[in-house]
């Protein structure tokens, strides 16, 4: 609360509690100041990948490719690529890049960050995205060669989202301290992490690519979404994440901050745990989605910015398909397969603090207008994570999440949801790991898209998760800030300048 209190305190009376900051950056634009929902969980780039951590940590490292800002796959560290067989890829190097401690990043430090995310000792949550991967190794002085276990068409998708780290540094300290103070070769550099307020970075002036505009990036922990509002209005901060429809519509008109949406490649979805009660009652689970107003929601409560699906990824990804509608809103429909079931005892709704809490209680008083008892459970975010990644057994019955995996292909978004190897799961059957697996591997992509097409299926018929709508990700930005949003939430520091 103290923190809150601060940021609030700020925010209404900022021009005249900190005006040198402002001049200056009226003036100079040497600093760009980040409202964040949430401080980082983390600063290695290969523990997690929320939105608030991938914000910050993505301009300290480079990957071995990207997704430039019309969502083409483009090189980063790797200059090119070519297939040697279906399951080995060769990538040909940058030869003059240098990590911020001065040392070049050689093709060791490639084979070693692709070997570090894929080893089950580091327990990263991200290992499903990148499980396919068997080994990389140094193949000439500037190329580094990976062998797959299956041939793997989402490979490239996957890579713009693994960063290289330095070898010498991380060999060094450990993963605990290289968590704490960070080195990589981005176009910003670390400087300093106050624990629950904010992560400063300075603009590496070595950098191999396009310089930063800024000499300094502050990224702070704003929870409070009108908090954030008030920062951008007062000119505290210059850009802030998660805004809602009722605040972009209060920018419109302003003469010194906007609103930028984007639909993007997230999607809010009901994680339904099939093998607690009362959820691994098929009936129940049925119920609780006729029970859901999507539309309602999405126009109702998020100003129609948000779109509804009805299947476990957005049109934004590869494997959409037209022909998955999902179940349809019918309370009445809910209420008869709760009579039939039988009522179930009282159970908890768990949610985390980055989620819309308007649509949490709209979600939660849907439920219980057709009989089921429940009641909300708000933790914050990394208690969030941590819950939902104890498996089948062990996760919440019931919790709304958020799903991404910045690949815009449906191999990331099912993967981890529904693939026994992978500690997100929600169920483990045989059959579906077949079907992901298939999908994952082969080369043709009517095949890719019909596999996909029957997971969606299974997903509507046997009801594990309860998709909702495809997120609009609502920016704030000062009105002379020039950045183009991107469907995979990219937030890249180089790529933004002011206006004049």
């Known amino acids: 609360m103290m923190l809150r209190k601060v940021f609030v305190f700020a925010a209404v009376l900022g021009l005249a509690l900190f005006p040198s900051a402002i001049i200056t ?10 409202d964040l929902v949430n401080e980082p969980s983390t600063l290695d780039p290969q523990i997690q990948w929320n939105p608030d951590s991938y914000f910050v940590y993505r301009n300290i490292f480079d990957n071995l490719v990207t997704r430039d800002n ?9 200059t090119s690529w070519k297939s040697l067989s279906d399951t080995k890829i060769a990538f040909s190097l940058r030869s003059d890049v240098t990590f911020h401690d001065g040392t070049p990043l050689t093709a060791e430090d490639v084979a070693f960050s692709v070997n570090r995310i894929v080893d089950p000792k580091l327990a990263s949550p991200q290992l499903s995205q990148f499980a396919k991967i068997a080994k990389a190794e140094v193949s000439g002085d500037h190329e580094v060669t990976l062998t797959l276990k299956t041939p793997y068409p989402a490979l490239l998708a996957q890579l713009t989202k693994l960063s290289i780290v330095p070898e010498h540094v991380v060999q060094k300290v450990g993963n605990q301290a290289f968590n704490l103070a960070p080195v990589g070769s981005g176009p910003y550099k670390f400087v300093k992490w106050d624990r629950g307020v904010s992560v400063t970075l300075v603009r590496y002036d070595g950098y191999w690519g396009n310089k930063g505009p800024f000499e300094q990036a502050v990224f702070r922990a704003v929870p409070d979404a009108s ?24 920018l419109e008109g302003s003469q010194t901050v906007k609103a930028v949406p984007v639909l993007t490649e997230r999607m809010a979805f009901i994680r339904i745990n099939p093998n ?20 309602g929601i999405t126009q109702g409560i998020l100003g129609g910015f948000d779109k509804p699906v009805g299947q476990m990824m957005t049109p934004a990804h590869f494997g959409w398909s037209d022909k998955i509608a999902g179940l349809p809103y019918d309370p009445d429909k809910a209420k008869a397969l ?46 969030f994570l941590q819950l939902i990644q104890k498996g089948p057994a062990d996760a919440p019955a019931l919790a709304i999440s958020t799903n991404s995996c910045a690949c815009q292909d449906a191999d990331g978004v099912l993967n981890y949801l529904f693939h026994s190897g992978s500690t997100w ?35 509507v018929d046997q009801v594990p998760t309860v998709p909702l709508y495809q997120m609009d990700a609502i920016y704030g930005a000062a009105k002379a800030l020039n950045f183009q949003p991107t469907p995979n939430e990219s937030f890249f520091l180089n790529r933004m300048s002011w206006a004049g």
Not at 353 to 382: H, N, W
């Open 338 to 383: 709760i009579a039939s079931a039988g009522k179930p005892a009282k159970f908890q709704l768990t949610i985390g603090a980055f989620f819309d809490q308007r649509v949490a209680e709209a979600i939660l008083q849907e439920l219980q207008e057709v009989g089921f008892d429940v009641e909300i459970s708000q933790v914050d975010t990394p208690t």
């Open 25 to 34: 950056q009226a003036a100079e634009k040497q600093q760009i100041v980040v």
């Open 70 to 78: 019309s969502g083409k796959i483009v090189p980063e560290i790797a």
């Open 425 to 459: 799961t929600i169920v483990a059957k045989p059959e579906i790991d077949a079907l992901l697996d298939e999908a994952g591997s082969s080369s043709e992509e009517q095949k890719r898209l019909a596999d996909y097409e029957k997971i969606g299926q299974f997903i």
């Open 276 to 295: 607690k009660p009362p959820f691994d009652n098929l009936q129940l689970r049925q119920a609780l989605a006729y029970a859901i107003d999507k539309e």
């Open 227 to 250: 908090t954030r509002l008030a920062d951008l209005q007062a000119g505290v901060a210059d850009f802030a994440r998660a805004l809602t429809s009722d605040q972009a519509a209060q």
